[in-house]
């Protein structure tokens, strides 16, 4: 069975700090990869994904993930944070033979301090 | 030209009530989900329908029951509701083009 560890339940920063949030997932198959944010009071939305290619993407806002298979991580990192950023942030799988299903990570929280 | 909606947006209400929670997309998506979000912030997929018919259930109560009247639609029934039941249930559809979830606003349930 699939499933996703978030090792950050809540990282606080100071703005212009720079972010790793971690994130490891368990399958031996292929998979693709999300990150998605919570806004306060807000839907999730979609940051980045990977589905194939370069194992380094860039997501909207500044945001970039690092697919390392041999590790099976799949980290957020974001060089110059601000305190717009605070939010939860998701990390999420899917199995490409089971596409419809979405695995998601128990989120980080974080906070940034203006 | 909200993508995918949600109705109510807060839900309180009694234990033993039955309610419902109503979505709706209008991207064309093939694929709709409901998923459960506890005070903890984890998100727990409940259910998946696929062009009407029910593809994923992730062992949820059978007090929960999805209903697809169509490919833009997936209504959540809860009978005899919880305490436990209260959390935000969150509704959202999927692209078979890009494989993304697009999720709608949220409903928050509370049950006293």
């Known amino acids: 069975a699939q499933s996703v560890s978030q090792h950050n339940h809540h990282v606080i920063l100071s703005e212009a700090a720079s972010l790793e949030l971690g994130c490891n997932y368990s399958?031996?198959?292929?998979?693709?990869l999300f990150w998605y944010v919570q806004y306060p009071g807000q839907h999730l939305q979609l940051l980045l994904k990977y589905f194939s290619g370069d194992p380094l993407v860039k997501g909207i806002k500044g945001f970039e993930a690092e697919f390392i298979k041999s590790k099976f991580s799949f980290n957020l990192r974001k060089p110059s944070v601000q305190w717009s950023d605070t939010a939860e942030y998701f990390c999420?799988?899917?199995?490409?033979?089971?596409?419809?299903?979405?695995?998601f990570g128990s989120g980080t929280r974080l906070s940034i301090r203006p | 030209d909200t993508a995918v909606s949600q109705t109510p947006k807060y839900l309180v209400t009694q234990m033993g009530n039955d309610k419902s929670i109503k979505c709706e997309q209008n991207?064309?998506?093939?694929?709709m989900y409901w998923y459960k979000q506890d005070s903890k912030k984890f998100l727990k997929i409940m259910f998946s329908?696929?062009?009407?018919?029910?593809?994923i259930n992730e062992t949820v109560p059978n007090r929960f029951s999805p209903k697809s009247p169509d490919k833009a639609h997936l209504n959540l029934h809860i009978n005899s509701l919880e305490l436990g039941d209260s959390a935000v249930y969150f509704c959202?559809?999927?692209?078979?083009?890009?494989?993304?979830?697009?999720f709608g606003p949220g409903t928050r349930l509370t049950v006293l």
């Open positions: 999420a799988v899917n199995a490409r033979s089971s596409a419809s299903k979405i695995i």
């Open positions: 329908y696929n062009n009407k018919e029910l593809i």
């Open positions: 991207l064309g998506h093939d694929t």
């Open positions: 959202a559809s999927r692209s078979g083009a890009t494989d993304t979830q697009y």
């Open positions: 399958y031996g198959g292929t998979v693709n």
